[in-house]
């Protein structure tokens, strides 16, 4: 099994109310898991949000907690609600209604990975999938949940950004009638997971730094963004989507000669982001 459900690095003083995510670039494979698979791990990795942690990682020198993933995506996925489960998969799963992510294969538990190819050679025991939701689903959740408590607590609202990665081909279909090829989308799945000035600033900053953004399409947000994304309450949550081929040789799975210089852009993406709220009159600590 994978040795960790998550990693906290937090700064050593909260400043911001910002909580940066990476909840699809856990890569500890265990070999218990690549066995039971059809798939080598290099497949496998395809559907990984490969170095996004490292991309983001910066985040506590500005004042703001991130939170990343231990086990891969492949293995659990946490953006996915704890009861999408697939029953092509999950043995004695009921189907329940229609759900386009589970009959894809992209449930909890995944049945295939990047380009629909499948994971295993047949049907996981339902003991096996609620394991994994109890071992490593819940608790990220949970620790994700009590940082943002407490930033709110701190700073009278709290903003996640749920950090992750996009195919190129993913935005072959936006990039029309002379516009520039968007690097990053934003998705505030239309306004109902944060407020307008939250995502402005987000956008802003990424602009600022030579990104090139877009809003909601094709990625507006999935479960995490819909789950935790409260902005009448002062909890906002904001996906952000990057063009993994600025930084990475996709095929390789392999940073490319581009890498440092997209994670430099991206540090003064998450310092300007992770002054977002600085200015507010703070709550009083516990």
């Not at 307008?196 to 877009?214: I, K, L, P, W």
Request: proline share 6%.
């Amino acid at each position: 099994m994978p040795k960790t459900a998550f990693e906290v690095l937090n700064p050593d003083r909260n400043r911001s109310c910002v909580v940066f995510a990476s909840p699809h670039s856990g890569r500890d494979y265990p070999w218990s898991f690549l066995r039971t698979s059809v798939l080598d791990k290099h497949v496998i990795r395809s559907s990984e949000d490969a170095f996004v942690d490292q991309l983001f990682d910066c985040a506590p020198e500005y004042g703001a907690a991130f939170i990343k993933a231990g086990a891969p995506r492949a293995y659990v996925d946490l953006n996915r609600s704890s009861d999408e489960l697939d029953p092509a998969l999950i043995q004695g799963v009921r189907r329940q209604g229609h759900n386009p992510r589970v009959a894809s294969g992209l449930g909890v538990i995944p049945r295939v990975v990047a380009n629909g190819r499948a994971i295993y050679r047949g049907k996981m025991t339902y003991e096996d999938a609620m394991g994994r939701i109890t071992r490593y689903w819940q608790p990220y959740h949970d620790k994700l949940q009590t940082l943002l408590d407490a930033a709110h607590r701190r700073h009278g609202q709290a903003v996640l950004i749920d950090c992750h990665s996009m195919p190129h081909e993913a935005m072959d279909g936006v990039a029309r009638g002379g516009m520039r090829r968007p690097d990053v989308v934003l998705g505030d799945r239309f306004g109902a997971a944060a407020s307008s000035d939250v995502v402005d600033r987000v956008e802003a900053a990424f602009a600022a730094a030579g990104f090139v953004v877009t809003r909601n399409t094709p990625f507006a947000g999935a479960y995490i963004t819909q789950a935790y994304g409260r902005p009448s309450r002062g909890q906002h949550a904001v996906q952000v989507e990057i063009d993994r081929s600025l930084y990475m040789n996709e095929a390789l799975i392999r940073p490319n000669g581009n890498f440092e210089a997209v994670q430099t852009a991206l540090r003064t993406v998450v310092a300007e982001v992770a002054r977002i709220g600085q200015g507010r009159v703070p709550l009083a600590a516990e």
